[in-house]
């Protein structure tokens, strides 16, 4: 299992400043919700933290928050080979290969701007693919 990365709520340019790292404002309380994953697509964080910042005003948010996190990648990656022999120097090698094997989705990163509307917090696709599967044939002579 990998481990996710900590995520950034952005806001509205509205200090005046040319710069892309605008940081909207916080309350100061955690906005980690510690249940499933599949229990909070709708609502990732408790977005009641974050608020747009007044006119002129630069955000009291750091750039990213430490315990506000994307979705980790849970992959287990199998492959089985078995090698024939066909002639004294000719052998045939057939491979299959699943990746994501147990099919574990991996959520998209939730929409992190707190001009979002109401899909500020919300997770609306999926970071990985379903199971795909490779076979393979390799002659080595």
Do not use: Y
């Amino acid at each position: 299992m990998a481990s996710d990365s900590p995520l950034g709520i952005g806001a509205n340019n509205t200090a005046g400043l040319f710069t892309e790292a605008i940081r909207a404002n916080t309350n100061g309380t955690s906005p980690a919700r510690n249940i499933d994953a599949h229990d909070r697509l709708d609502r990732w964080f408790n977005t009641s933290v974050f608020s747009q910042s007044a006119p002129f005003i630069l955000g009291s948010l750091t750039p990213l928050i430490s315990n506000l996190r994307n979705h980790h990648i849970d992959n287990l990656d199998l492959s089985i080979f078995k090698q024939f022999q066909l002639l004294e120097k000719v052998k045939l090698q057939f491979r299959a290969e699943a990746f994501n094997s147990m099919n574990r989705v991996r959520f998209g990163n939730p929409n992190t701007s707190v001009t979002g509307g109401a899909n500020f917090g919300r997770v609306t696709s999926q970071a990985n693919d379903p199971r795909p599967l490779q076979f393979g044939l390799k002659l080595l002579w």
